[in-house]
């Protein structure tokens, strides 16, 4: 399930960053610094993007396009099958 994969990994670094980098990172006043939603978002990504290399060679992405990405390798095994057998 690679989406349910990829919202454990995010989940996860999301979780990382608010409990153990937002401490260091608040602002004297308790508000939260730009700074630390940066991080936050870096850090969703490199787990996203290692997420995506362990699961490149099933041609599907884990995110929003995952629909029509493993649709076109459904589409283009489909045609490869019929072309083994010259349909």
Partial sequence: MPVMNDFLI????F????????YFLMDKKG????SYFILLAIFVEVSHF???R????????T???NGYLSRRFEEE????EAN???I
């Fill in 84 to 86: 083994k057998k010259n």
């Fill in 10 to 13: 995010s989940a996860f670094s």
């Fill in 31 to 34: 508000g939260f610094s730009l």
């Fill in 77 to 80: 095994t489909y045609y490869k």
């Fill in 50 to 52: 290692f997420n995506l």
């Fill in 54 to 61: 362990a699961t490149k060679d099933k041609w599907y992405d």
């Fill in 15 to 22: 979780a990382l960053v608010f409990g153990y980098f937002g």
């Fill in 63 to 65: 995110g929003i396009s």
